[in-house]
């Protein structure tokens, strides 16, 4: 019997490797053991490329389905690709302090009330994802193999300390989500590279 083929990748695997986007680090969150692939002999823990792929798919189809979204990252390897993703996608974003109230305080002159919350790294974020639970909205975010995803609704594994980890995560979503909403055709009609997600 044949063996069955495995679904193609978003882009190859030489790209994703490339990025590091599948490198986590040398702690670990047993939550997140489902996600990793082996363990280097120097302890860092390898991520399933496979995985990783078809979570940035599942949040690209379920963002793709939203307008009132809101992506926050202000760490500084995640600034620019959010800003560029966003801004690409036609969603709200928070790249500074993340102001208490923002989700949670009606009266506060800032206050969003988005459909659902993309969050870059939930330890530096915190913030965000603090208010995000209280207000009961849904979470997406890049979990790195040592983050806790207690309350993220859909994890997307990935190495989200390096900036080009984070651009080809973000360049990838904004991809799928603009091919979903019929925005583009097909992929190549997307022009921007993942160096514009980080440069």
């Not at 913030?127 to 806790?148: F, G, L, R, V, W």
């Amino acid at each position: 019997m044949p063996k069955k083929k495995k679904e193609d990748l978003l882009i190859s695997r030489e790209l994703y490797i490339k990025s590091g986007i599948h490198v986590g680090s040398k702690r670990k969150n047993k939550k997140m053991a489902k996600f990793i692939y082996r363990i280097r002999p120097d302890g860092v823990a390898i991520m399933d490329i496979e995985k990783i792929d078809k979570r940035i798919r599942l949040a690209a189809q379920l963002l793709a389905k939203m307008n009132n979204v809101l992506v926050v990252g202000r760490k500084p390897a995640a600034k620019k690709a959010v800003k560029k993703f966003a801004e690409t996608v036609g969603f709200k974003y928070i790249i500074e302090r993340f102001m208490p109230g923002t989700l949670t305080n009606p009266k506060y002159e800032k206050y969003m009330e988005p459909d659902i919350v993309l969050i870059t790294d939930p330890v530096i974020d915190e913030q965000a994802m603090e208010e995000a639970i209280k207000s009961n909205i849904p979470i997406i975010a890049i979990c790195d193999t040592h983050t806790n995803p207690d309350y993220v609704d859909l994890i997307i594994p990935a190495n989200n300390r390096s900036r080009k980890s984070l651009a080809v995560v973000y360049w990838l979503l904004a991809r799928e989500i603009l091919l979903l909403k019929g925005k583009i055709k097909k992929s190549s009609e997307f022009k921007l590279t993942p160096v514009d997600f980080f440069k």
